[in-house]
């Protein structure tokens, strides 16, 4: 009389294989949770928290960028840096929030960058002509070392440059955060932001912003912030 066949025992192999198999489905799961909640980080505050998208302001400012401002790029999308910080006019650690309650033009630049230097007085200008209309010129500068904002004042005084607050970052963190981010490759960069402290624009490199059509750009910016 004929045997019944008995069930083999399973293979070491196989049972790794299988535990292979688990893993990678719990390590997939894991990642795509830790890249939906990365991407709200990016996009808004460090504790998660989402910004709402302006896209008629981007579009605004899209059709404002024209001619020696052309480069600029329209964004609004609700993006928010709470992860930058520098040292303020007064001297107090401070971030974006700093700048809340008007249209704010941040530009990063340093002493031995000579594109910097050379848009600093047009970047004074600026700020003089539409300082009493909600917006203001906010200047970071990132020489580093403990001389580095000494250099930045000295440089600030020799061209005459009255009218800009002088914000630093000695440290060069914040500008990492911007390549991270990959808003700017070198100096200087500058980032427009709206009333609430969120990006509204962002360009790479140099600009004449003394000429008309950096007004046009400011006066859309001026105008969205108070629709």
Known sequence: MSQEPQNEPVKPQQNRWRLGVIVGV??????????????????????????????????????????????????????????????????????????????????????????????????????????DQGFQVATINLDVGEDGVDKAKAFMAEIGATHLPLHADPTFEAFEVLKTRGKALGLPATILLGPNGHEWGILAGPAEWHSEDAFVLIEAALAAAKS
Not at 37 to 62: C, F, R
Not at 86 to 96: A, P
Not at 97 to 111: I, M, Q, R, S
Request: with cysteine; hydrophobic share 45%; proline share 4%.
């Open 26 to 131: 719990v390590v997939a799961i894991a990642t795509a949770v830790w890249v939906s909640n990365g991407s709200n980080v990016q996009n808004g505050s460090a504790d998660g928290a989402s910004y709402v998208a302006q896209p008629a302001i981007a579009k605004a400012l899209d059709e404002a960028a024209q001619g020696e401002l052309a480069a600029f790029r329209a964004t609004a999308k609700g993006e928010g840096y709470p992860e930058i910080r520098f040292v303020s006019d007064q001297g107090e650690q401070v971030g974006f929030d700093y700048f809340e309650g008007k249209v704010t033009l941040v530009n990063f630049w340093a002493t031995w960058c000579a594109p910097c230097r050379a848009e600093m007085p047009a970047l004074d200008a600026l700020h003089a002509k539409y300082a």
